[in-house]
């Protein structure tokens, strides 16, 4: 999904130069987005891109950049025009990720590993048709790259298989652990649940095969899946209690602990689940939108 995602909006010379590669995996991908002051509203965002010429000058901090230390090439988007409303002074680029002037640090997380990065842009050089999409037109960017990285999330585990082996294993957990009955109907809960985000995530994907963009169903499949990898975590620790805090070799038990510290990062990665409930509201149920302090 990140190949046609970042190059969407690209040029053809850059097409050309990186979509096969990105097929293959010769190179990698990253979304440059979120900013320290500039999460969820990220049409907020500082970062800056100052025409020179044929080429662009980006200065600023990114923040939460899934795989940046493994990437070679990232979609960034910068305020070109700060006099424009935020959302319409805002441009996309591919950014090489070994320029100079790009630094990046590991941020590492409770789980013990650093999937998520800050990246610093010092004076970055990167040139026009590097640019994605119009000047100014970052924000169509930007919805494109969300509305697919959302798809991506959503339909992790989408497939019957996935499903069914999942609930499996957590009965086989459940049996060898003697669960008792408030265990079981949060198993129960929770294949109800799977079985509904599953088809719901199948539905979407069918439209994605058929050529359609992705719509905000996949905020629904987004936020299904969290909120099933929290009752999956609330199982597993109610079965298994003390046995996810330390590493005894027995099958089933603290493998399960990663997964527990890694589920507060899923809820952020894609939009929050607060962000994924205004979109369902507002575009799904045609809800009126939230009211904002003045």
């Not at 190059?7 to 010379?13: N, R, S």
């Not at 493998?255 to 510290?261: C, K, N, T």
């Not at 507002?282 to 003045?294: A, C, D, F, N």
Request: with cysteine.
């Amino acid at each position: 999904m990140v190949a046609p995602t970042i190059l969407a909006h690209a040029t053809e010379p850059v097409r050309q130069r990186y979509l096969k590669s990105m097929y293959r995996g010769d190179i990698v991908g990253c979304q440059l987005f979120s900013e320290p002051s500039s999460g969820s509203d990220l049409a907020s965002l500082q970062t800056r891109a100052v025409r020179d010429g044929e080429e662009w000058i980006i200065t600023g901090q990114k923040v939460w950049t899934s795989g940046a230390q493994f990437s070679d090439i990232g979609e960034i988007l910068c305020r070109t025009d700060p006099e424009l409303p935020k959302h319409k002074g805002l441009t996309g680029f591919v950014v090489d990720m070994h320029a100079p002037g790009v630094e990046i640090r590991p941020l590492r997380q409770m789980t013990g590993g650093a999937s998520f990065n800050e990246v610093f842009f010092n004076d970055v050089r990167v040139p026009d048709d590097h640019r994605l999409g119009e000047v100014n037109g970052g924000w169509a960017v930007a919805l494109t790259t969300l509305m697919n990285e959302r798809a991506a999330i959503g339909s992790t585990g989408a497939g019957i298989v996935g499903v069914n082996k999942t609930f499996e294993m957590l009965m086989q957990l459940g049996a060898l652990n003697g669960a008792d009955p408030i265990a079981r109907q949060q198993l129960a809960d929770l294949y109800i649940n799977m079985k509904a985000a599953n088809y719901t995530s199948m539905r979407a994907m069918a439209k994605v095969k058929a050529g359609q963009l992705p719509g905000p169903e996949m905020s629904i499949a987004k936020l299904s899946l969290t909120r099933n990898l929290q009752r999956i975590g609330d199982f597993v620790s109610h079965v298994l209690g003390p046995k996810l805090l330390a590493d005894t070799g027995e099958w089933g038990t603290y493998a399960w602990s990663e997964l527990l510290l890694g589920t507060p990062g899923i809820r952020v990665a894609g939009g929050t689940d607060e962000v994924m409930k205004n979109i369902i509201g507002e575009r799904v149920l045609g809800l009126p939108k939230e009211s904002l302090p003045s």
